[in-house]
């Protein structure tokens, strides 16, 4: 069982940043990617950015330029820097944990709000 505990959600202004952090525990195999994904009321949930092992990075093109994903192995965490917050980018936002064996697993979820 893998756990996903993730924080930095909130409320923030246009044009301000949040930083998200998901850390993994539990019976960790091996990593293929860690990312995040978000949904928005009525709205399907949608892959934010992920990486995979090794480094490679992929981004919605909706935030591209503006968020940036980043893990430390050892402590098997994964971060999302939001810069350049726009109302679009309200969303739950979950974290999710994909092994070599194609299992997934999710965080609970935090909220991120982008409003004046």
């Known amino acids: 069982q893998v756990q996903l505990v993730e924080s930095g959600g909130g409320l923030v202004q246009p044009g301000g940043s949040l930083r998200l952090s998901c850390a993994a525990s539990?019976?960790?195999?091996?990593?293929?990617?860690m990312g995040w994904y978000r949904q928005a009321a009525g709205k399907q949930r949608e892959l934010v950015a992920r990486i995979i092992s090794g480094g490679l990075t992929n981004y919605a093109d909706a935030v591209k330029g503006r968020f940036t994903i980043s893990r430390d192995n050892a402590k098997n965490t994964v971060y999302l820097q939001m810069d350049g917050l726009k109302p679009e980018d309200t969303a739950v936002y979950y974290c999710?944990?994909?092994?070599?064996?194609?299992?997934?697993?999710w965080g609970q979820g935090t909220q991120v709000t982008v409003s004046s």
């Open positions: 539990g019976s960790i195999s091996r990593i293929y990617h």
């Open positions: 999710n944990l994909r092994s070599i064996y194609a299992k997934d697993s």
